[in-house]
Antibody, heavy 119, light 108 residues
Framework: QVQLQQTGPGLVKPSETLSLICAVSGHSISSNFHWGWIRQPPGKGLEWIGS???????YYNPSLKSRVTISVDTSKNQFSLKLSSVTAADTAVYYC????????????WGQGTLVTVSS | SYVLTQPPSVSVAPGKTARITCGGN??????VHWYQQRPGQAPVLIIY???DRPSWIPERFSGSNSGNTATLTISRVEAGDEAVYFCQVWDSSSEHVVFGGGTKVTVL
């Protein structure tokens, strides 16, 4: 059974880069699946950040595209998120998730990581 | 960009039926997925491709999609169904995943 385990700092300073990793177990990240990141500000709804195909091709939310980088490390069976120039508005719970096609549902999800942007 | 509209809240008595709508322009032409999120937990997929249901999700949960509205129906509501429910689509025109704002279901 596939499981996604997230790691990364819970506190990032304004203007710095947020970095998170999602380690995949029970499934090869090199298979024909997409791997995505979604975030949820406290008390608010879900916002898709972007996704990556196993080949490395990416597609991002236009509102975040200029600051987002998603990459895959097949040797470690994991993928990562980098969000640059963060502000308090980027404070959120960040989730990683798998989807089989661009229009497919996200399933399963990682456990979530609360990232707070504060000095 | 494509917008999905959900009512912020729905209240329902135990044993009754809750209907949660997800409105979008010609949403009936898109595939809609639904998630349940309990407090402090990650979202869980409960309905995919409009009406399909993972095997571990009770038959009380069902989905439909037509015209400008997709609907998640919860029959014989139980206290454990209290959660926030989100709809989601892929907007092919903008190549963008879109989520609805979420609906909080309260069991009276």
């Amino acid at each position: 059974q596939v499981q996604l385990q997230q790691t990364g700092p819970g506190l990032v300073k304004p203007s710095e880069t947020l970095s998170l990793i999602c380690a995949v177990s029970g499934h090869s990240i090199s298979s024909n699946f997409h791997w995505g990141w979604i975030r949820q500000p406290p008390g608010k709804g879900l916002e898709w950040i972007g996704s990556i195909y196993h080949s490395g091709s990416t597609y991002y939310n236009p509102s975040l595209k200029s600051r987002v980088t998603i990459s895959v490390d097949t040797s470690k069976n994991q993928f990562s998120l980098k969000l640059s120039s963060v502000t308090a508005a980027d404070t959120a719970v960040y989730y990683c998730a798998r989807h089989s096609l661009v229009h497919a549902p996200f399933d399963p999800w990682g456990q979530g990581t609360l990232v707070t942007v504060s000095s | 960009s494509y917008v999905l509209t959900q009512p912020p809240s729905v209240s329902v008595a135990p044993g009754k039926t809750a209907r949660i709508t997800c409105g979008g322009n010609n949403i009936g032409t898109k595939s809609v997925h639904w998630y349940q999120q309990r407090p402090g937990q990650a979202p869980v997929l409960i309905i995919y491709y409009d009406f399909d249901r993972p095997s571990w999700i009770p038959e009380r949960f069902s989905g439909s999609n037509s015209g400008n509205t997709a609907t998640l129906t919860i029959s014989r509501v139980e206290a454990g169904d209290e959660a926030v429910y989100f709809c989601q689509v892929w907007d092919s025109s903008s190549e963008h995943v879109v989520f609805g704002g979420g609906t909080k279901v309260t069991v009276l």
